[in-house]
C-alpha cells in the first residue's frame, strides 16, 4: 500500500514538473553528483593517503576536501533553487499556512545540521575519519541521541521547507531525491563508520 501511495505522489507531482528543463536537470546532477563526489574522494585518501601526502597533512587535506564540499552544496542549493523558479507554482501550497510550515521545517533542518556540526567539529563532519583523523568515541550527543545521521536529515529538511514555502512541486519532487540520494549515502558510509571506531575500542588497537 505504501509503495501504491509514494508512486501515486510520485507521479502527481511529475505532472507539474518538466524533467527536460535545463535548470531540473543541473539541479539533479549537482544532488547526485555530491554525496559521490565525497564517498569516492574519501575512500581513495583512506586506501592510498594520497591527498594528506599532497597537502603535507591529513588535517589540511580534510579541510581541503571541505571548502570543496562546502562549494559543491552552494552549487547544488543555487541549482536546486533555480529549478523551482523555472518551473510552475502548486497553487494548493501557496498560502501562509504552508508558508509557516516550511519556516518551521527550515527551523528544525537547521538546527540539527548546526548542532551535528558543533557536535562533530569541522573534520568530524568533513569525513576526517577516513584521514585517520578520529574522534576518542563516536558522538552520541545531542542531536546523535535523537536521530542517526541528523546532518543529513537536517538538510533535507531545509530542502523540503525551502520547497514549501516557494510552493513548489519541483522543489519536493527533488528534495525526495536529496533524501533517497542521502540513504544510499548512508548505507554506503554507516558500516565505515561503525567498523573504524570499533577497531579503535578494541583491546589490541589500545594495546598497540
Given amino acids: 500500500?505504501?509503495?501504491?501511495?509514494?508512486?501515486?505522489v510520485m507521479t502527481w507531482l511529475l505532472g507539474y514538473v518538466d524533467p527536460s528543463d535545463p535548470c531540473f536537470v543541473a539541479a539533479i546532477l549537482t544532488?547526485?553528483?555530491n554525496p559521490l563526489f565525497w564517498?569516492?574522494?574519501a575512500r581513495w585518501e583512506q586506501k592510498t593517503r594520497q591527498?594528506?601526502?599532497a597537502f603535507r597533512s591529513p588535517y589540511l587535506a580534510c579541510y581541503s576536501?571541505?571548502?570543496?564540499?562546502?562549494?559543491?552544496?552552494?552549487?547544488?542549493?543555487?541549482c536546486f533553487t533555480q529549478a523551482?523558479?523555472?518551473?510552475?507554482?502548486?497553487?494548493?501550497?501557496?498560502?501562509?499556512?504552508?508558508?509557516?510550515?516550511?519556516?518551521a521545517l527550515l527551523g528544525v533542518g537547521s538546527t540539527f545540521v548546526l548542532s551535528s556540526f558543533f557536535a562533530?567539529?569541522?573534520?568530524?563532519?568533513?569525513?576526517?575519519?577516513?584521514f585517520g583523523i578520529l574522534k576518542e568515541a563516536r558522538v552520541t550527543t545531542f542531536p546523535f541521541n535523537v536521530l542517526d545521521n541528523p546532518m543529513?536529515?537536517?538538510?533535507?529538511?531545509?530542502?523540503?521547507?525551502?520547497?514549501?514555502?516557494?510552493?513548489s512541486p519541483t522543489g519536493l519532487l527533488l528534495t525526495a531525491v536529496v533524501a533517497l540520494v542521502y540513504m544510499v549515502a548512508i548505507l554506503y558510509e554507516e558500516p565505515f563508520t561503525a567498523q573504524i571506531y570499533q577497531q579503535k575500542a578494541s583491546p589490541s588497537h589500545k594495546r598497540s
Fill in 120 to 130: 562533530l567539529g569541522f573534520t568530524g563532519t568533513f569525513l576526517g575519519d577516513y
Fill in 152 to 167: 543529513y536529515w537536517g538538510s533535507t529538511a531545509n530542502y523540503l521547507g525551502w520547497a514549501v514555502i516557494h510552493a
Fill in 51 to 53: 591527498l594528506s601526502r
Fill in 65 to 78: 576536501l571541505g571548502a570543496a564540499i562546502l562549494l559543491l552544496n552552494v552549487l547544488r542549493s543555487h
Fill in 31 to 33: 544532488i547526485t553528483f
Fill in 39 to 41: 564517498n569516492v574522494v
Fill in 1 to 8: 500500500m505504501n509503495l501504491w501511495a509514494d508512486l501515486y
Fill in 84 to 103: 523551482m523558479l523555472s518551473q510552475p507554482k502548486m497553487e494548493s501550497l501557496d498560502n501562509p499556512t504552508a508558508y509557516c510550515v516550511g519556516l
